[in-house]
């Protein structure tokens, strides 16, 4: 997510590192420089024009400052107008009636039906009682997999293939009311363009129900176009927010940067997987800050807290000092399958402020698919040999892929793949008990994750 951006601006910042002053004609450079990131990743030009001219003014009046270098001069002004054209704070979701009517829109392809379970997903985990109504009747498929995600996740599913949008939503307030369902969070019909008779719909369903929230559900990949799809539908439907999806497969990310500044509506949320949990509440300082390669630390605390178990907080601040054996590493990939693809559960920390390339943690990914043929390699060997890995000589490979029904070759992969997922849990533990990391504003040296939990009065 935003990996562009971050490359980016990790090379604006190393430009301008050890520069005491900085010239009229740097900032001017630098401003480009800015411009072609944001350009790159497909944020909308208008906004681009505005950050950028905001940026130069903030500077320029701060360039004499004795306080700050270069580089926190432009990270501070960039965060700071940044963080402005994105609202500043989260926008929470609110429900403020009982049954609340969520609509959700927008085109085929964009995750609408899958973020329709997940948002669901969201409010149960939040104490509510949710129901969702399968009212796209356009695409054949979407109400079978809302009715099979829903299902599958114990929320409540209200459809009828033979019914429409009109009758179906009716039949779903008819059914909160009589079981306590709410919200009722409606999956609409969607086209591949915005198309106006689906828009007709969307206002006959608002103007008949009382409708709370209508929210766009739009595809990250989109790039610019994504700008001008909500203005269309804001005009037409007034919408009252954005789900930006598709989050982890887009390296740029624009769109997420575009569409609260041009339309002035909130982005509640961000599609970051496939998993019924990979919905993040949308948070600006967190995203500029992951923007800047700050990281995003308290999202990855959010995760640890809410995915592991108490008594596995003592395994992780094992694996963070560098204590990994094959026994741990079996263990870690089944946690790692609750958490979330590895990759972007690193990209939340602040790894290039401590000498990882974020391009490297490609070599320690891993494919759930894989997980039972390592876990046969890794049975195969002695118990020395899974608690002491670096005794694995040619013999005992040669040994080991017998025992497993395997190749040498997938043996030897397995191994590497281990040692550097060794290598880097140490230098994530070196991240943890790093002292005076500024956006944490320790008061303390953390020793271990619970150490950082309770900074945010996680105990």
Do not use: C, W
Request: avoid cysteine.
């Amino acid at each position: 997510m935003f990996e562009k951006l971050v490359d980016s601006f990790s090379k604006i910042v190393k430009g301008l590192s050890g520069k005491g002053k900085i010239s009229k004609e740097e900032i001017e450079q630098t401003i480009r420089e800015i411009r072609i990131a944001l350009l790159e990743a497909d944020v909308h030009l208008n906004v681009v024009r505005d950050l950028t001219l905001k940026i130069k003014e903030d500077v320029e009046k701060l360039e004499s400052s004795e306080f700050f270098t270069p580089s926190q001069l432009i990270i501070r002004s960039t965060r700071d107008k940044i963080l402005e054209i994105l609202g500043g704070e989260a926008t929470k979701l609110e429900i403020n009636k009982n049954p609340s009517i969520i609509l959700m829109v927008g085109l085929q392809g964009s995750g609408k039906t899958t973020t329709t379970a997940k948002l669901a997903y969201y409010f149960k985990e939040q104490g509510y009682n949710p129901v969702v109504v399968a009212a796209d009747f356009n695409r054949p498929a979407a109400i079978d997999q809302l009715v099979h995600i829903s299902t599958t996740n114990s929320i409540p599913v209200v459809f009828d293939k033979n019914s429409n949008s009109m009758n179906i939503v009716k039949k779903a307030v008819e059914e909160a009311k009589e079981k306590g369902y709410n919200p009722i969070i409606v999956d609409t019909a969607g086209r591949i363009h915005v198309d106006q008779e689906v828009l007709d719909e969307i206002k006959k369903l608002k103007e008949k129900f009382d409708v709370e929230h209508t929210i766009l559900v739009i595809d990250a990949m989109i790039g610019q176009e994504g700008v001008s799809v909500a203005q269309k539908f804001d005009e037409s439907i007034n919408l009252s927010g954005f789900i930006v999806t598709k989050m982890d497969g887009d390296t740029r990310g624009g769109v997420a940067l575009s569409i609260r500044y041009i339309t002035g509506k909130p982005l509640y949320f961000i599609g970051v997987g496939e998993k019924i949990t990979d919905l993040e509440v949308f948070h600006p300082d967190r995203v500029v800050s992951r923007i800047l390669g700050m990281g995003d630390i308290l999202t990855f605390i959010e995760k640890i807290e809410k995915q592991i178990e108490e008594d596995q907080l003592q395994k992780v601040e094992k694996y963070l000092e560098g204590e990994f054996t094959f026994v741990d590493y079996l263990s870690y990939l089944r946690m790692i399958k609750k958490m979330g693809d590895f990759k972007s559960i690193l990209s939340m920390l602040p790894l290039k402020m401590f000498g990882i390339d974020p391009i490297a943690l490609r070599d320690v990914q891993v494919d759930p698919k894989t997980i039972d043929k390592i876990e046969a390699i890794i049975n195969s060997m002695t118990k020395e040999e899974r608690t002491k890995p670096d005794i694995i000589n040619s013999s005992r490979k040669a040994r080991i892929a017998r025992g497993s029904g395997t190749s040498i070759r997938e043996v030897n992969n397995l191994i590497k793949h281990f040692r550097e997922m060794r290598k880097v849990l140490k230098k994530m533990g070196g991240i943890v008990k790093k002292e005076n990391i500024p956006e944490l504003n320790m008061p303390f040296k953390p020793t271990n994750i619970k150490d950082i939990m309770s900074m945010f009065g996680n105990k």
